[in-house]
């Protein structure tokens, strides 16, 4: 996604008329979605909470793709050392051999991190979808304080 693509989608959600709560509800709820360790289901998660809990649909979904392929490495990576962390686990340095790799190496070596991933990106998504939630309320609340308002005679 390009961004002058999220540049347009913001202004989308700036222009908005839906509640200020309502939207940054929805923020934060796609936050949260998406930096989950559901990878691979966030969308269709986002837009199912947006229809159980009616939340705006376009601002659920741009809070999903807040992790997006330039994002993810960073936030896994950060995710899984917060739950590393939290689990108080001692991994070390993962140590492949490159000249006699495997995929059942592979899939052995880092199965010693799925926990943590998991635990560390259930706490960040948590904590991500708050954050985000009272973010986006105060540039909503601003916004509406800076639109004017319709008169009716």
């Given at each position: 996604m390009s961004i002058s693509k999220l540049k347009e989608m913001f202004k989308s959600l700036m222009g908005s008329n839906a509640s200020p709560k309502n939207m940054a509800a929805s923020f934060g709820v796609g936050t949260l979605i998406?930096?989950?360790?559901?990878?691979?289901?966030?969308?269709?998660?986002?837009?199912?909470a947006a229809?159980?809990?009616?939340?705006?649909?376009?601002?659920?979904?741009?809070?999903?793709?807040?992790t997006n392929p330039f994002t993810i490495v960073p936030i896994y990576t950060f995710s899984t050392w917060v739950g590393i962390k939290l689990m108080?686990?001692?991994?070390?340095i993962l140590k492949l051999d490159f000249k006699h790799i495997t995929f059942s190496n592979v899939i052995?070596?880092?199965g010693a991190f799925l926990l943590p991933f998991f635990?560390?990106?259930?706490?960040?998504?948590?904590?991500?979808?708050?954050?985000?939630y009272?973010?986006?309320l105060q540039v909503?609340?601003?916004r509406d304080k800076k639109r004017p308002r319709e008169t009716t005679v």
């Open positions: 998406g930096m989950s360790p559901l990878f691979g289901i966030h969308t269709f998660l986002g837009l199912f229809l159980v809990f009616k939340l705006n649909k376009p601002a659920t979904i741009t809070g999903v793709y807040v108080r686990m001692d991994l070390g052995h070596e880092l635990v560390g990106s259930t706490v960040c998504a948590i904590i991500g979808g708050l954050l985000s009272y973010i986006m909503f609340l601003y």
